[in-house]
């Protein structure tokens, strides 16, 4: 649901002056009220989407500021824009910036923080549109309206000065000008409806670069250049930040420790300078005729040929005093020739390339990790300090793989949670977790408060579930209500982007024929046989279990056809049944005794495929 269709009858801001009377498909009646004066205002959705954007981006707009952005650039009547500073209300009403939602009967469950699990079919998409929901908090539906208003604080890539509207106009214009498409199209081979589609800010910086170095065209080749310089830059702020998505994915083998947190031991390391390890080689406050002494019993060793060198042993060792005492004396009090002087002469340089070097030592201590649970829930503690604290995900992959009952533990009662998104009923934290939280979001503070933990309402809990799973460990009727179900469906008409290639013969010829295959009516052939065999809509495969985009033209071959959806059928969907094979194989399958996947893979005929899914 978009921003401008969020607000409700008998919506109103904390201070009265904007009320929701009436709504329909197009548009908002609206009370003003200010300072006495009262009046009924018709207001567009369409409009108010567009204040909607832009706020989103520049929160502290004002309604004439707002107005000069937006005024001209679509086909709403530019006498709309009259209202603007109401508009700047309405908007952030929607929004939340200044007044929460407070609708009447609305009946569509906490406006703040959700649990939701996505589940469906083995490749329905599950994944994608998790990331849909989670990037959908900070990614706007116009992203032409917030470029407009980031172009209009930006400044010049060549002056220091803000840019002129007229400069941001021919800029808006280059993003749509044929021209500047057929130049990316040319130069750079990448072929787009439009600039503002693409979003990878590296694919960006080589169009910029390679359209810069262009002979031809050199004024659109120039505008083109200084759209891009801007857009990069303003996608970097644009891109939802990640930093705020916390994923993990349950197996038979996760528990509370791997979800939520626990000791363990870990390496803890200290940079010190190499320096205080070599002057602690030697004891200090030794007197010259000590350190001679020192120089002597090994000068003693060498000439025994005890051991190899040891006055370089002694000269790091003792290097620390070479300053402090004349290395002649030492070795004259030594008994020691002119050429050592020479070798205590060269530890000495040594050791004073050495003192400067860090040097890193580590060991072993015991210290709470926290895992995904435990990041999510301080992070959104964190954020948690405003009236409009940003969002916070915690996405959990294949949540039926796990125990949940396990994995969750006293957690499990967090899950109820009040309209605003917070927990009904908060837990106390085990004294690990507790003092860890008390160490990284302060004694006392709102996230465990008495001890206490509670879901803050910007925690956003989205599970993915994949139907054809048998799970060992089912979950029960009470943790599953705690979560909003939304089932994700096949879409057969994204599928239908690819085709399915296939080489068949007819007739009993050798020579085979190339057929394409519309690989969403494959889908529902199949999907239709496995319906039908198992009783169960729950095998059935989705849209994207190929991920056909990877494919030239989206063109699925075989190979990966049999690898992926054929091996799927044999060892999963019909693993104990022969029924499959025998209908797969038809009449092959009982000349020499029964015929398995296997069998696909040593004899390349794909005719089976085809009578599979009844290509004609």
Known sequence: MKECEILQIGDKSSDGRVEIVDKDRLCYLIKSSNKGAVGIRTIS??????????????????GNQARDLLCGQSDVDKFQYGYSSFLIDVARLALGYKDRIKAANSGNGAAGGCNEIYYGAPGAGKSHKV???????????????????????QQSPKQDRTLEDSTIKVYLGALKSTEVLRIASEHVGFNVASLLEVRDVNKLVDIKAEVSQTEANKTSNNRLTAVIYHYINFLKQYIPDNSNVFRTTFHPDSDYASFVGAYKPTMKYQTTPLADALNALAPDGLSIQEVADELKKALKRNAEGLEARPYHTFGIKYAKYFDEYSTKEIIERAGGGESFRTELDKCKAIYKELVGVPMKTGHITYSFVPQAFTNAYV???QLNNNEKPAPVYLVIEEINRGNCAQIFGDIFQLLDRDNAGVSKYPIKADNDLRQYLESVLGKGA?????????????????????????????????????????????????????????????????????????????????????????GSPNKMI???????????????????????????????VFKDNDSFAQDFFGEDFGEEGKMFFEDLCEDDNQNYTAKLLKVQ
């Not at 369409?46 to 989103?56: A, F, H, N, P, V």
């Not at 990331?131 to 604080?153: C, G, H, M, P, R």
């Not at 599970?463 to 009727?477: G, R, V």
């Not at 008409?493 to 009993?508: F, H, P, T």
């Open 131 to 153: 990331n849909e929901a989670v990037n959908s908090s900070t990614t706007s539906s116009n992203i032409e309206a917030d470029f407009k208003a980031y172009l209009a604080q």
């Open 45 to 62: 959705k369409k409009l108010l989407q567009e204040y909607i954007d832009l706020i989103k981006i520049h929160p502290d707009v004002s």
């Open 379 to 381: 992070k959104a503690w």
């Open 446 to 534: 709102a996230g465990i408060k008495n001890g206490e933990l509670l879901l803050p309402s910007n925690l956003h809990i989205i599970a993915t579930m994949n139907t054809s799973d048998q799970s060992l460990f089912p979950m029960d009727s009470a943790f599953k209500r705690r979560w909003e179900q939304k089932y994700i469906p096949i879409d057969y008409e994204d599928a239908s982007k690819a085709k399915l290639v296939l080489e068949i013969s007819k007739d009993g010829s050798e020579n085979k024929e190339v057929v394409e295959v519309d690989w969403g009516e494959a889908l529902k052939t199949l999907n239709s046989y496995i319906k039908k065999e198992t």
């Open 542 to 572: 989705g849209n994207r279990f190929i991920d056909f985009d990877k494919f030239p033209d989206r063109k699925i071959s075989y190979s990966t056809f049999r690898d992926k959806v054929l091996f799927y059928l044999f060892s999963d």
